[in-house]
């Protein structure tokens, strides 16, 4: 139960720091800092929940982006920031993760 409230804070704090920053204009650095938050600096993070980007194939960190940004696949937050992402914001940010 704890775990659960602590992570709607998490995530709710989470969402409010990226919708303080406009994602079209934004620079690689705090794209990338965004997604590091949750899937840590190299795509590595200590959460079970969260999975690792680090070792996954562009083709499906593209895919799995698209999905979440057109709604068909659905997370609280990633449903959310895809959306806040262009394409070309997508395409550096997959290339970036998946060379870690």
Same mark, same amino acid.
Do not use: W
């Given at each position: 139960m704890m +775990?659960?409230?602590? /992570?709607?804070?998490? =995530?709710? @704090?989470?969402? %409010?720091?990226?919708?303080?920053?406009?994602? *079209?204009?934004?620079?690689?650095?705090?794209?990338?800092?965004m997604c590091?938050?949750?899937?840590?600096?190299?795509?590595? +993070?200590?959460?079970? /929940?969260?999975?690792? =980007?680090? @070792?996954?194939? %562009?083709?499906?960190?593209?895919?799995?982006? *698209?999905?979440?940004?057109?709604?068909?696949?659905?997370?609280?937050?990633?449903?959310?920031?895809?959306?806040?992402?262009?394409?070309?914001?997508?395409?550096?940010?997959?290339?970036?993760?998946?060379?870690?």
């Amino acid at each position: 139960m704890m +775990n659960k409230r602590v /992570s709607r804070y998490f =995530l709710t @704090g989470f969402y %409010l720091c990226i919708m303080s920053f406009s994602a *079209a204009s934004a620079d690689l650095d705090k794209l990338q800092n965004m997604c590091m938050a949750c899937h840590g600096d190299n795509g590595v +993070n200590p959460y079970q /929940s969260i999975p690792d =980007l680090r @070792g996954q194939s %562009l083709v499906y960190l593209r895919n799995q982006m *698209a999905a979440f940004k057109n709604g068909e696949r659905q997370d609280i937050t990633m449903s959310k920031v895809a959306q806040l992402l262009s394409d070309d914001d997508i395409n550096k940010l997959t290339k970036y993760f998946s060379e870690q």
